[in-house]
């Protein structure tokens, strides 16, 4: 149980440590942010159908994916519905109604997807099956990071201060120790929630990357070179399962 905390939290602070670049950047152009966020929407996708649904598909039936991946989705946008609610200025230092929406949403998104996350690593480890739990741990914990790039670049143009910013991204991760201690005490006794939990993620991050991402990425002019760089980050993705997965 304490390697897989220890394994899951620093999987998790690895979202805070993709967040130092904005340490040395105030600003990105709107190409290297259509790029960056074209490059995390590949990661994200693949991350979706690779960490997320194939797993779930090969612990758990096809309806309850399906089921899993539409609440995901679905949560999303009952939550984009109110979030226009909220006092953007008061928690970001920032009138732009449009970015503090976004924000949220992406937050949001990038916590749920985190904590199934959390939750896998506890089960590989409590299988007890050799290097399952180090080697999803590493898989996640490098995944992590360019979601706390993400997290962090349209807070860039905030009041808000770049530690704060870092320490906004960091929260987000720190959700996966928790999730695996309570994925160790289910994994003999409610295995069947598993399959659904992972489906519910992808569903959260397929719905901010179609509904938010792509299109920010593609609306300045630059929608060629980020769509190669969606290749890129589902690539990128590939390659990280392949080397530390197997």
């Known amino acids: 149980m304490v390697q897989a905390f220890i394994a899951s939290f620093l999987a998790g602070l690895a979202t805070g440590l993709g967040a130092l670049p904005i340490l040395f950047l105030r600003e990105i152009s709107h190409q290297v942010r259509d790029l960056l966020l074209a490059f995390a929407a590949g990661v994200m996708v693949a991350a979706s159908a690779f960490n997320l649904i194939i797993p779930a598909m090969q612990t758990g039936s ?3 994916v399906a089921l899993g991946i539409m609440a995901g989705a679905l ?3 009952f939550f984009e519905r109110y979030i ?4 953007y200025e008061q928690y970001f230092g920032s009138q732009d109604q449009g970015l503090g929406r976004k924000t949220i949403l992406l937050i949001t998104a990038i916590a749920l997807h985190n904590i199934p996350e959390g939750l896998a690593v506890g089960i590989a480890f409590a299988s007890r099956a050799k290097g399952m739990g180090l080697a999803l741990a590493i898989a996640i914990g490098v995944q992590n990071a360019p979601e706390g790039l993400v997290v ?11 530690w704060k910013i870092i320490l906004l991204a960091t929260l987000t991760g720190i959700v996966e120790p928790m999730a695996a201690l309570l994925g160790i005490s289910l994994v003999n006794k409610l295995g069947a929630i598993v399959p659904f939990s ?3 993620a992808a569903g959260a991050m397929l719905y901010v990357v179609f509904k938010e991402m792509i299109p920010e990425s593609h609306g300045h002019g630059y929608a060629k070179k980020a769509t190669y760089f969606f290749v890129f980050g589902i690539i990128f993705m590939l390659v990280i399962n392949s080397i530390f997965t197997g």
Request: hydrophobic share 45%; aromatic share 8%; glycine share 4%.
């Open 84 to 87: 226009p609610e909220m006092d």
């Open 198 to 200: 992972l489906a519910f």
């Open 62 to 64: 096809i309806y309850q």
């Open 152 to 162: 962090a670049a349209p807070l860039i143009k905030t009041k808000m201060s770049s």
């Open 75 to 77: 949560t999303l946008g």
